[in-house]
């Protein structure tokens, strides 16, 4: 039996009333500056999080700290605690991210989570994939395997699956690799940073444009991690 789509929000009121909701059963892939995919993600985590929603957060960039969620998540009414509901994993080669996600889609103690919660992220996957460990077919080969079972968790536990890519490291992949993303996955959303103020949100597959995605309530959180990346 299919399951019904379900609508998430953004985790910014703004963008919620001006763009398209997340769907369960969809895996979107989200480009931009990373301070930028960092910021957005942290929002839509902690909209989950204060509802005491599993989360699930697979990290390949080394940029996995759970700590820096909780002026966002303290904002939304929750509690520190609710940090407990948020199931964090770090891939630190290839081959331990293909194994994470094969293990998250194939394992049965994940279902019940996984049912419950409806957000997964999946941050710098592709990066680990280019990797000069590894080859330039075994890469593509582990890309295209990370993709198929993302695509299965999101089907199978109707959940949606948000994946991001720093436009530098994006920048670096070679014409096959992109071609996997493209063939892969239906839609993308792109970030373009302009200023400290003011982003343009773009999905590829509507064309429907947001600008700006920061609103004033929202400017100070986007300096923070500006001066963070600065240190």
């Known amino acids: 039996m299919t399951s019904e789509r379900l609508q998430l929000s953004w985790g910014m009121g703004f963008l919620d009333t001006k763009y398209p909701k997340i769907e ?114 075994e890469g593509k080969s582990m890309l295209k395997k990370s993709l198929s079972y993302i695509k299965e968790i999101a089907m199978e536990y109707n959940s949606a699956v948000i994946l991001t890519i720093g436009l530098k490291q994006e920048s670096f992949l070679s014409h096959p690799m992109r071609d996997i993303l493209e063939s892969e996955i239906k839609d993308s959303i792109s970030i373009i940073s302009q200023s400290r103020e003011i982003m343009v949100l773009e999905s590829k597959s509507t064309g429907i444009v947001v600008n700006p995605l920061i609103t004033q309530n929202y400017i100070s959180d986007l300096q923070e991690v500006d001066i963070d990346n600065q240190v």
């Open 24 to 137: 369960t059963g969809e895996t979107i892939l989200i480009r931009g500056e990373i301070s930028s995919n960092d910021l957005l993600i942290k929002y839509m985590i902690c909209e989950e999080l204060s509802k005491r929603q599993p989360v699930y957060w697979i990290d390949g960039g080394m940029r996995l700290d759970p700590s820096l969620l909780i002026p966002t998540l303290l904002k939304k009414n929750g509690k520190i605690t609710n940090l407990d509901y948020l199931y964090a994993s770090r891939g630190f080669t290839a081959h331990q991210m293909l194994e994470i996600i094969k293990r998250l889609a194939r394992e049965k103690e994940n279902k019940k989570r996984l049912h419950s919660g409806k957000l997964i992220i999946i941050s710098d996957l592709v990066n680990m994939f280019m990797d000069e460990q590894v080859s330039s077919s």
